[in-house]
């Protein structure tokens, strides 16, 4: 098993930054390493969407065409860290944030096998 937590949301103004991380616990026989990361989000009244994937070693990066220029995905697998940097934040990006870890690196919610609980991004205008 893989638990997820994550952590740094909050209020910021619009053209503000923010950043968000997530620190994965891992079970005997589970490792940090071998799995693709992401952060997905929903907003009130939408359906979750995708954000932005790493890949297990972090060579690649996956974003929303949303997000792109404005976000990095960024992850640290000896303090099996994942984190995302928001610049430039803009009003409808405010949604509850949550990581992801799965073995694909592909922006499908679908093929995540672990999630944690989410933590609130709110951009005020």
């Known amino acids: 098993q893989v638990q997820l937590v994550e952590s740094g949301g909050g209020l910021v103004q619009a053209g503000g930054s923010l950043r968000v991380s997530c620190t994965a616990s891992?079970?005997?026989?589970?490792?940090?390493?071998?799995?693709?990361m992401a952060w997905f989000r929903r907003a009130p009244g939408k359906e979750r969407e995708f954000v932005a994937t790493?890949?297990?070693?972090?060579?690649?990066?996956l974003y929303a065409p949303s997000v792109q220029g404005r976000f990095t995905i960024s992850r640290n697998n000896v303090k099996k860290t994942v984190s995302l940097r928001m610049n430039s934040l803009k009003p409808e990006d405010t949604a509850v944030y949550y990581c992801a870890a799965g073995h694909a690196f592909i922006p499908n919610a679908d093929s995540y096998l672990f999630w944690g609980q989410g933590t609130q991004v709110t951009v005020s205008t």
């Open positions: 891992t079970a005997s026989g589970y490792n940090f390493d071998n799995y693709a």
């Open positions: 790493i890949i297990w070693n972090g060579d690649e990066t």
